[in-house]
């Protein structure tokens, strides 16, 4: 019997329909399953329903924000070391590299960003 290695799964939080759309049509190339949230409430939620690879999150989201998320997935063991991608449109001084790394972000991007710098780290980040 041939046993397949199982994709991994990359977990996106956006609020912005036409950014998932983007994220979920790049992401698709890298192989991996990509799940896909609309808040940070379903992203943790997802997240401890899931074994996810990486996050993929916007900082800016309503209820709870990116980093409120982020700090919540990492107190969970499983997830002490998950690699999290931040995204951010935000210019505001709150929404920064610094901040980021912080709530435990593995890298931060800012809006708008190059869909091949993103899928070059996601690759790396995920060694595929």
Known sequence: ????????????A?????????????LAKTGCRVEMVSSGEEALARAMNLKIDLLLIDVEMPGMNGFETVRAIRRQ?????????MLTGCGDDA????AARRAGASLF???PFSSRR???EVEGILAL
């Not at 019997?1 to 996106?12: Q, S, T």
């Open 1 to 12: 019997m041939i046993f397949l290695p199982m994709p991994k799964i990359i977990l996106v």
């Open 14 to 26: 956006d609020d912005e329909k036409h950014m998932l759309k983007l994220l979920e049509f790049n």
């Open 77 to 85: 063991k499983a997830y002490a070391k998950l690699p999290v991608i």
């Open 95 to 98: 929404c920064n590299a610094a």
């Open 109 to 111: 991007l800012t809006k």
């Open 118 to 120: 993103l899928l070059r």
